[in-house]
């Protein structure tokens, strides 16, 4: 089955930097755009970040452009979210997804904490 695993959230302070992984299996992960989402309680599923299957196509939104970066591994079924200059706003529970149609998946997510 599919499974998407987030990892690498925690706490951090303002300015400071992490980095997300979303190990995945159950899917031919190379052959897959993949996405980025966070969310804080009361509000939808918000989208950061998105990379084409090779990895050769991204797209952000523009909240966390010049700060975040998506890459990923198809060697490693890993795709990866940089965030550097992290801000308080940037508190929520980052999430991966991917589609495959006609449904979509999510892992169960990674929490990030920004202390001012």
């Known amino acids: 089955q599919v499974q998407l695993v987030e990892s690498g959230g925690g706490l951090v302070q303002t300015g400071g930097s992490l980095r997300l992984s979303c190990t995945a299996s159950?899917?031919?992960?190379?052959?897959?755009?993949m996405h980025w989402f966070r969310q804080t309680p009361g509000k939808e599923r918000e989208f950061l970040a998105t990379?084409?299957?090779?990895?050769?196509?991204?797209g952000y939104a523009d909240s966390v452009k010049g700060r975040f970066t998506i890459s990923r591994d198809n060697a490693e079924n890993t795709v990866y979210l940089q965030m550097n200059f992290l801000k308080p706003e940037d508190t929520a529970v980052y999430y991966c997804k991917v589609v495959l149609y006609p449904g979509e998946y999510w892992g169960q997510g990674t929490q990030v904490t920004v202390s001012s």
């Open positions: 159950g899917f031919s992960f190379s052959s897959y755009g």
């Open positions: 990379i084409s299957s090779s990895g050769g196509t991204t």
